[in-house]
């Protein structure tokens, strides 16, 4: 589709925003959003007819990128046969795609309990294991995101949970491995796990065995930088939550749905959690919808015993036909081994050329279409382009470096010291190349900040 320029449109649809719309995690007058016109695969496009390709997949959705027509198509049919229907009742959208997800979660995570959205299924991940165990405590990874609700953001481990944590959550934070940045001094990836799991156990430990009812993980950390864990790490922490009787909980709301090469991230691992979290992906964003998929075991806690949560759009009808298509069209244009043969073929060689040219590169890390550069300021040293949570001028070089990715014809995902580069997840090889090219000229602002 060719944008067609429309300014005066574009200029009542930002005024209306500015005037009514309350913006999330921004401070409303220091912002500026960018009034979009339409959006078809994987870019998107303004008023004034300048097209974008989106690296950040919305926000780390849009797998099948925008307006596929058999998901559209889906939603249509969907609406016009029963557009909405109670939790309670067994409804053929709602149930096919329960099947459908079960069908391709690990082990046997086949019960799923459905949410609007990743934050709530993170909360009830939390309840059903505090309640599946008696126990009060759940701990989280500093370097992480869960939501932004009040015990998701509190289990969060980056700087926005600060404003809302009162310290009476029960929730604890440690270290997860991260070599780049090491918090155990290790030198190999196998000394990370190593270190990492005997920190992770030493927490456990000294919090009290009895009192911990879940470890909730990122599969792989998405928003805090898509820190790939080392192997066996996964599998440690299941060896220690099976040792001292605690829930495992693997967060896959961003991972999850073809974003890694795999259905789930954990299928890279060959790791089963008692309970998984999804959302994004499963149906590319298109009507909101999350979940849980819960174990045999957990189940069973609530097979005699009423769960004591539920929301009113539980499995919404349309929701969950956009997401049986988006299964279906995954399945059937093979979206999940796309993304894994472009990832180690293009996008991973193509960022590692990037790092080779650009100083302020420190490191590339990733998975299918699922990875992020590091930047940098000194690759010796590895002080990072911006300071921790830096803001105004202190975010000057990664504000520079976002502002010409846009003008080269990319939107960025960035955060702090990072880029992400999260495309949906079919998108063309020549699309990506054409992505590649313009973080390479992006990346030349970068480099006049480093030292």
Not at 64 to 69: D, I, K, L, S, T
């Amino acid at each position: 589709m060719t944008p067609q320029p429309n300014p005066e449109v574009g200029a009542a649809v930002k005024a209306a925003d500015r005037a009514h719309v309350f913006h999330s995690w921004s401070a409303q007058e220091l912002i500026d959003p960018l009034a979009v016109a339409g959006a078809q695969g994987s870019y998107f496009w303004d008023y004034d007819g300048r097209r974008y390709l989106d690296l950040t997949s919305g926000l780390v959705y849009t797998n099948v990128g925008y307006q596929h027509p058999k998901v559209v198509a889906a939603i249509q049919e969907q609406a016009a046969r029963m557009t909405t229907f109670a939790p309670a009742f067994a409804v053929e959208a709602r149930s096919e795609a329960a099947r459908l997800i079960a069908e391709r979660t690990p082990g046997d995570l086949d019960k799923i309990f459905f949410t609007n959205g990743g934050a709530d299924a993170v909360e009830h991940a939390v309840r059903m294991a505090r309640l599946h165990t008696g126990r009060p405590k759940v701990l989280s990874a500093y370097r992480s995101y869960h939501g932004g609700t009040q015990q998701a953001v509190n289990l969060t481990g980056d700087p926005r949970r600060w404003a809302s944590d009162s310290g009476t959550a029960g929730v604890v934070h440690f270290w997860a491995p991260f070599l780049y940045r090491s918090r155990f001094y290790a030198e190999t990836e196998e000394q990370e796990c190593a270190r990492a799991l005997e920190h992770l156990e030493t927490t456990i430990v000294f919090e009290g065995p009895s009192t911990v009812a879940a470890i909730v993980l990122e599969t792989i950390p998405g928003t805090a930088g898509i820190m790939v864990p080392p192997a066996g790490y996964l599998a440690g922490v299941r060896e220690l939550c099976d040792k001292y009787g605690i829930v495992f909980v693997l967060d896959e709301v961003m991972a999850g749905f073809g974003r890694t090469g795999t259905w789930f991230a954990a299928d890279l691992y060959d790791v089963v959690p008692d309970l998984m979290t999804f959302a994004k992906g499963v149906n590319s964003g298109y009507v909101p919808l999350g979940g849980v998929a819960v174990s045999g075991a957990i189940a069973e806690t609530f097979a005699r015993r009423p769960y004591p949560g539920g929301l009113t759009y539980s499995g919404h009808p349309l929701a969950c036909a956009a997401a049986v298509a988006t299964i279906n069209v995954m399945a059937e244009e093979g979206v999940v081994e796309h993304a894994a043969r472009l990832g180690a073929s293009v996008v991973g060689p193509g960022l590692r050329e990037l790092a080779e040219r650009h100083p302020c590169v420190g490191d590339v890390r990733g998975v299918g279409m699922f990875w992020a550069l590091e930047l940098v300021r000194n690759r010796e040293t590895r002080e990072p382009l911006v300071p921790y949570n830096a803001t105004g001028e202190a975010n000057a070089p990664m504000a520079a470096f976002a502002a010409a990715a846009k003008e080269a014809g990319v939107w960025p995902f960035v955060n702090m010291n990072r880029t992400h580069v999260v495309p949906p997840c079919n998108t063309g090889e020549a699309e990506l190349k054409e992505g590649l090219a313009a973080l390479d000229a992006a990346l030349s602002v970068a480099d006049d900040y480093v030292e």
